[in-house]
């Protein structure tokens, strides 16, 4: 790259990221592996487009992923943190130690001492957060309960970093000193050192921060704030760096810390650009840091410790999953997603090597392998969405239906969301015990902290609404936002209990036509009530008294009504739907002109008593 000045350097990572990227995109394989093979395409082992020195661009690429996770604190409250311990310490901490011992046992039949297989074996457990993330991210599955326990793997194995760096001299077969030498400092005093630093990042973030941001937030200068915000994550970096721990770590501290701020959504704003800059960049290093020559040269051997790395993560993932209660389709998404090895490996190897820990030729042919698996994880993706997951059937619970020992009212509540939780706590305040079923499970688990008793399950099951006591129920409520499963409720309901009142929630007029056509016994627009109430006020803003705009709207409503349950016996035939809610609109609209001529002559004023 030296050849090149660093504009033309600029533009060929640029163009390559724009040829590459939609092209991937394009063939349903993401971003990431767009990045990747452009950084192959035009790196030092393939076109040699810029140069031999990557180090040195990796180097700098690796401050998106740091940016990456000081944006991931800040979505992490310490409340959440503490929430999620148990499937971080537990999940996460027994993939490292599992896929360690198994990588070490494996290494250590051909390595010379038990040293580098241990040190390879911790190094190997690590997984992308950078290019998990971002695939997650990419495909809306953040935050089901596959993106949750893939995100607290992550987490714990970037925690875990800290005490690898730690403990890698130790397993040096020469004599070397402690990760501290550059301090000159005993174990003691370095980890003394170190935990100051961190109680330093958590008082600085916590207290002197906010006053900082709230000086920088009144000069109304977007650019200070944008400055203040890159001198907040370079300067944890290079401190983090400068004490020979992860710099990616202490932003996420920080971020943590930052996580209650008022100042959160700009910090997320401001960073946000410069993150997904850097992070394209790293994924383009990270393909061009692959070696085709040493690929070449030995091909097999290669290929064998990649399919190795993939197959072991694969089986002691799938193991976790099943171990943590993850379904059949979380787990498998859980699975694929993290059978790769990750970014902080190369900063691992780079410290075993500086250490001595590891020599030349173990580190150059496993930087290698760590390149191409993390390569292959967006194929991995690709594999289980085409192969795996449709072999799995449709869409399965994340975790086992609570069991409903009883029934407790003549009412079921289906949904426990914005809308369903007003229609239960209506119910439940008059006097109505009701049953209610919730099937996402992260809401289940907020609105039980707020004291309510929702059991979580899936109402379109007709066992379970059995369990709920739909047999004995006057009312079945469908306040759930999926229309495809309210209206797999209703045929199931209709066709085992007939007796039993439905009433559901709709998105739409065609949405409430549909569930009206499927047997529902009432149906409430989401936003339709509100938008009457609205309307009536516009009547009056623009002149009509208030007992005139009353009165069209409540006209307004029962003609629609009326007119939605014609419409619905016309579902099957578009043209005639079309055509009848067009007679609808005009018929409507002459009923509500010759009331309002009818009507010309009251005045009752005490509508409008204000």
Not at 422 to 450: K, P, Y
Request: hydrophobic residues 55%; charged residues 20%.
């Amino acid at each position: 790259m030296a050849e090149a000045g660093f504009l033309a350097q600029a533009f060929i990572f640029l163009a390559a990221a724009v040829i590459a990227v939609p092209i991937a995109a394009r063939l349903g394989l993401g971003s990431v592996l767009g990045y990747l093979c452009a950084g192959a395409v035009i790196g030092p082992f393939a076109l040699g487009l810029i140069g031999q020195d990557i180090d040195e661009v990796m180097h700098f690429a690796e401050f998106g992923v740091v940016m990456m996770l000081f944006l991931v604190g800040l979505e992490l409250d310490p409340s959440k943190l503490w929430r999620m311990r148990m499937p971080i310490i537990g999940m996460g901490g027994l993939q490292v130690v599992l896929t360690s011992a198994a990588i070490a046992g494996i290494a250590a039949i051909y390595l010379d001492n038990w040293q580098h297989a241990v040190v390879v074996g911790m190094v190997l457990s690590l997984s992308s957060t950078a290019i998990v993330l971002q695939t997650l991210n990419e495909k809306g599955l953040m935050r089901n309960d596959s993106g949750q326990s893939a995100f607290a793997v992550l987490l714990f194995q970037d925690i875990a970093v800290i005490p690898m760096l730690a403990i890698l001299p130790l397993l040096a077969v020469s004599e070397v000193g402690t990760f501290s030498d550059k301090h000159n400092l005993p174990g003691w005093q370095s980890a003394l050192m170190v935990l100051g630093v961190v109680i330093g990042i958590v008082l600085v973030g916590r207290w002197l921060s906010r006053s900082a941001f709230r000086i920088i937030a009144q000069t109304r200068l977007r650019e200070m704030f944008t400055a203040t915000a890159l001198f907040l994550v370079v300067g944890i970096a290079l401190l983090m760096e400068h004490i020979g721990l992860s710099p990616a770590l202490g932003t996420f501290v920080a971020g943590v810390v930052l996580a209650n701020s008022e100042y959160r959504h700009e910090l997320e704003a401001e960073v946000e650009p410069f993150k997904g800059l850097l992070l394209a960049l790293f994924f383009i290093s990270v393909g061009a840091s692959i070696d085709f020559g040493l690929f070449m040269a030995e091909p097999l051997p290669v290929l064998a410790m990649v399919g190795g790395l993939v197959l072991v993560k694969l089986v002691i993932l799938l193991i976790l999953g099943k171990l943590f209660g993850l379904s059949s389709r979380s787990n498998a998404i859980f699975t694929f997603s993290l059978a790769q090895g990750g970014e902080f490996a190369f900063v691992l190897f780079s410290f075993a090597s500086a250490q001595d820990v590891l020599p030349a030729y173990i580190i150059e042919p496993l930087t290698l392998v760590v390149a191409l698996s993390m390569a292959l994880t967006p194929l991995l993706f690709v594999i289980n969405e085409k192969l795996v997951l449709p072999r799995l059937g449709g869409q399965q619970q994340a975790r086992p239906h609570d069991a409903i020992d009883h029934a407790e009212g003549k009412a079921i509540l289906v949904g426990f969301g914005r809308f369903g939780q007003i229609v239960g706590r209506l119910l439940r305040m008059n006097g109505f015990e009701i049953t209610v079923l919730e099937h996402d499970a992260q809401q289940v688990d907020l609105v039980r902290s707020f004291g309510h008793k929702v059991f979580y399950g899936d109402a379109a099951r007709i066992d379970l609404l059995d369990a709920a006591g739909i047999a004995d129920a006057t009312l079945l409520v469908l306040a759930i936002d999926d229309h495809e499963r309210m209206l797999q409720t209703i045929e199931q309901v209709k066709r085992h209990h007939p007796s039993v009142k439905i009433l559901a929630r709709a998105a739409g007029r065609r949405e409430a036509a549909e569930l009206i056509h499927a047997g529902a016994d009432h149906i409430e627009r989401e936003t339709f009530d509100s938008a009457l109430s609205m309307g009536r006020q516009a009547l009056t803003i623009m002149g009509f008294r208030a007992y005139q705009a009353q009165r069209a709207a409540k006209l307004f409503k029962h003609h629609d009504e009326k007119s939605l349950y014609a419409l619905s016996e016309v579902l099957e035939d578009d043209r005639k739907y079309i055509t009848m809610a067009k007679q609808h609109a005009v018929d409507l609209e002459k009923v509500l002109r010759s009331d309002d001529q009818a009507n010309t002559e009251l005045d009752d004023r005490g509508w409008d008593a204000q």
